[in-house]
């Protein structure tokens, strides 16, 4: 009876599986480190896990569609009652009227932009856009006039061409606003004991600075390190550490 129980418990043995221990998985390089104590530790990036390629070619951050349109709504509420007039969209024969119209529709642009959170400007697709184009009255601002509008805000340090007549940088906010607002941000949060890479920074999609082109992005950095409120922690500009005063 003993040997029938014994030969029982080694077939049991057999066909039962074995534990095996959990496995150990890292955690995030840039993940947040619990503070104890109120000691603030920072812990080290793996930079190679940050390819440059990856960096001087990432696009602007994309919202989903419905908060695009709720922002987009906010902005035809704003847009003023002159632009529902046919001759909005034809160019003054004189010079004073010139230079109204063209800053009366710069203050337009200038709003969309700022509401619907935009740093790039892709003028094909913004003539394609009420009120720049009127389906209601069958006008719409040419890419010439649109060029005219841009010119205007160049002249005025809120424009920057990247591929004109077609694509540009629109600044309804200067970079240096932009750079305090990112520090202000890093100490208001508690975040500022973290290393930073600029692709996570541009994860913080509430904020301004977030929904910038990774190149726009590190010449807002740069500004915090010329101030000496940040620094580089490798040669390719691409980890920033904050540096808490």
Same mark, same amino acid.
């Given at each position: 009876?003993?040997?029938?129980?014994?030969?029982?418990?080694?077939?049991?043995?057999?066909?039962?599986?074995?534990?095996?221990? &959990?496995?150990?998985?890292?955690? $995030?390089?840039?993940?947040?480190?619990?503070? %104890?104590?109120?000691?603030?530790?920072?812990?080290? +990036?793996?930079?190679?896990? !940050?390819?440059?390629?990856? =960096?001087?070619?990432?696009? +602007?951050?994309? /919202? /989903? @569609?419905? *908060?695009?349109?709720?922002?987009?709504?906010?902005?035809?509420?704003?847009? +003023?009652?002159?632009?529902?007039?046919?001759?909005?969209? !034809?160019?003054?024969?004189? &010079?004073?009227?010139?230079?109204?119209?063209?800053?009366?529709?710069?203050?337009?642009?200038?709003?969309?932009?700022?509401?619907?959170?935009?740093?790039?400007?892709?003028?094909?697709?913004? %003539?394609?856009?009420?009120?720049?184009?009127?389906? *209601?009255?069958?006008?719409? =601002?040419?890419?010439?006039?649109?060029?005219?509008? %841009?010119?205007?805000?160049?002249?005025?340090?809120?424009?920057?061409?990247?591929?004109?007549?077609?694509?540009?940088? !629109?600044?309804?906010?200067?970079?240096?606003?932009?750079?305090?607002?990112?520090?202000?941000?890093?100490? $208001?949060? @508690?975040?500022?004991?973290?290393?930073? $890479?600029? *692709? /996570?920074?541009?994860?913080?999609?509430?904020?301004?600075?977030?929904?910038? +082109?990774?190149?726009? *992005?590190? /010449?807002?950095?740069?500004?915090?390190?010329?101030?000496?409120? %940040?620094?580089?922690?490798?040669?390719?500009?691409?980890?920033?550490?904050?540096?808490?005063?």
């Amino acid at each position: 009876m003993r040997m029938a129980v014994e030969r029982r418990k080694k077939e049991r043995e057999k066909t039962e599986p074995k534990a095996t221990e &959990p496995t150990k998985t890292g955690s $995030s390089h840039f993940e947040a480190t619990s503070v %104890a104590d109120g000691a603030l530790e920072k812990q080290e +990036p793996s930079l190679k896990a !940050i390819p440059e390629a990856s =960096l001087s070619t990432a696009q +602007p951050i994309e /919202d /989903d @569609g419905t *908060l695009n349109e709720q922002r987009y709504q906010k902005f035809l509420v704003q847009i +003023p009652p002159w632009t529902k007039a046919p001759f909005a969209y !034809i160019t003054p024969k004189l &010079p004073q009227q010139v230079q109204a119209w063209t800053q009366n529709w710069a203050n337009v642009l200038v709003n969309y932009s700022k509401i619907m959170k935009k740093h790039i400007l892709n003028f094909q697709e913004l %003539a394609e856009i009420h009120p720049f184009k009127n389906q *209601l009255h069958g006008r719409q =601002l040419s890419i010439d006039q649109l060029k005219e509008i %841009a010119s205007y805000l160049e002249q005025n340090a809120m424009l920057k061409w990247i591929q004109p007549p077609v694509l540009a940088r !629109i600044y309804w906010k200067t970079n240096e606003e932009m750079a305090q607002e990112l520090y202000d941000y890093m100490i $208001s949060t @508690g975040k500022a004991v973290e290393f930073w $890479s600029l *692709l /996570d920074l541009r994860k913080e999609k509430s904020q301004d600075w977030a929904l910038l +082109p990774v190149e726009e *992005l590190r /010449d807002v950095c740069r500004i915090l390190v010329r101030k000496g409120l %940040a620094k580089w922690i490798d040669q390719e500009e691409s980890v920033l550490e904050f540096i808490i005063q």
